[in-house]
């Protein structure tokens, strides 16, 4: 069975440019969350959609949003880019999101920001 | 509001020798525990869970962990480490109960195991 997929594995911007990241969760999984995690540091929560509503934010600013389609897939949106938004993006899948479910990663999107 | 101390960022340790890696946890609610495992230029895997139960819990790949209520540690264990186990290791938590607030994984800083040979 295919695990969690995210695309593109690498991405180069400059700052003010606009992102798209996207990540398919395993299958049969209904909710994707959306984790940064910068160089030498753990992951940073920013979103949990289940069933295409927002169930979580972290404390990340408005530039950063999300959604997620029909197909559970998911896409994370930065806007105004800066040079400290540079990190691996992390999408985790799970059957339904809840906190005694475990999450299921995919390899990430390393950004990098010039 | 939960936090993640994961008190040691680097541990060096010899092949075949015996490993800890040490995380304490602070919340004002009951929480899950978890350890993942990232191994270079990949996502996180986890290596076991704490949910309820038996305070000792055990990886299909020789670690364990024991959950500490009294003293709010999960810490990692491993009696014989192999060179393959050179990787960060992650401790997390999320709360014990669904709802706003209970959909987020908290992780620690990350420790760095090198198995030397």
């Known amino acids: 069975d295919a695990g969690v997929t995210q695309s593109p594995t690498h991405l180069i911007k400059t700052r003010g440019q606009h992102v798209t990241l996207r990540c398919s969760p395993i299958s049969g999984h209904k909710s994707v969350s959306w984790y940064q995690q910068v160089l030498g540091q753990g992951p940073q929560f920013i979103f949990q959609y289940y069933e295409k509503e927002e169930r979580g934010r972290g404390n990340f600013p408005d530039r950063f949003s999300a959604r997620q389609f029909p197909n559970y897939s998911s896409e994370l949106n930065v806007n105004a880019l800066l040079l400290g938004d540079s990190a691996l993006y992390l999408c985790?899948?799970?059957?339904?999101?809840?906190?005694?479910?475990?999450?299921?990663f995919g390899d990430g999107t390393r950004l990098s920001i010039l | 509001a939960q936090s993640v101390t994961q008190l040691d960022s680097q541990v060096p340790v010899f092949e075949e020798a015996p490993v800890e890696l040490r995380c304490n946890y602070s919340?004002?609610?009951?929480?899950?525990l978890f350890w993942y495992v990232q191994y270079p230029n990949q996502g996180l895997q986890l290596l076991l869970k704490?949910?309820?139960?038996?305070?000792l819990v055990e990886s299909i790949n020789g670690f364990e962990a024991e959950f500490n209520k009294s003293q709010t540690s999960f810490h990692l264990r491993k009696p014989s480490v192999h060179i393959s186990d050179t990787a960060e290791y992650f401790c997390a938590v999320s709360p014990a109960y669904s709802g706003a607030g209970s959909y987020q994984l908290t992780f620690g800083k990350g420790t760095k195991l090198s198995v030397i040979p």
């Open positions: 704490y949910l309820s139960g038996s305070t």
């Open positions: 919340s004002s609610v009951s929480v899950y």
């Open positions: 985790a899948s799970s059957l339904t999101g809840l906190s005694n479910q475990p999450q299921h």
